[in-house]
């Protein structure tokens, strides 16, 4: 043992180290926010609420029913639903998300080849009944029309391609400092 370490021992440098930590923060002003009347908006690829992508050419769901997302998704809650066209294409006929048993993965976002699902910034959906949480195509395609709208194709821009804006630290975030010495 050498003498660095017995002072160590005896003296508890590391508990005296993170009492001036405590110390020194005891009196700055908190970051708490108040939930209900200040939120904060969401950070840029929030996983929150699944939204279907509309066709902005046609009006319809983006999805052509390949089923990729269902594959990939761990919890299995995913649920595509289709049939032959006239023209021999697939139609997606019914297109369900159990949103109780998802796990916010993004896997589905993902895999999708045509960019069909989002997992939109929404975030308070709380609610009593159970069937209010499986999702049908024609509720997915509201929450794109409610949640994403204009700014959704600014979301997989945004998103999908990655800037180096996107890594800084929020204004106003907490931010442990390393004080050399």
Request: hydrophobic share 35%; glycine share 6%.
């Amino acid at each position: 043992m050498t003498v660095q370490e017995f002072f160590r021992k005896i003296f508890f440098i590391e508990i005296l180290k993170g009492l001036s930590l405590t110390l020194s923060r005891l009196f700055t002003k908190p970051v708490t926010r108040r939930y209900p009347k200040q939120k904060r908006p969401a950070a840029l690829g929030f996983r929150g609420l699944h939204a279907l992508v509309r066709n902005p050419a046609t009006g319809d769901v983006k999805c052509v029913g390949c089923g990729l997302c269902a594959a990939i998704c761990p919890s299995r809650c995913i649920y595509i639903y289709t049939s032959e066209g006239p023209e021999h294409q697939k139609i997606v006929d019914r297109y369900e998300i159990e949103v109780l048993r998802c796990v916010y993965c993004a896997f589905c976002v993902e895999a999708c080849p045509f960019g069909a699902i989002v997992l939109t910034p929404h975030y308070e959906y709380a609610n009593y009944r159970r069937e209010d949480f499986y999702m049908t195509k024609e509720k997915l395609l509201e929450n794109w029309d409610k949640y994403m709208g204009d700014k959704g194709l600014d979301y997989f821009d945004k998103f999908w391609n990655p800037k180096s804006s996107h890594f800084t630290t929020p204004e106003g975030q907490a931010v442990w400092r390393h004080k050399d010495g």
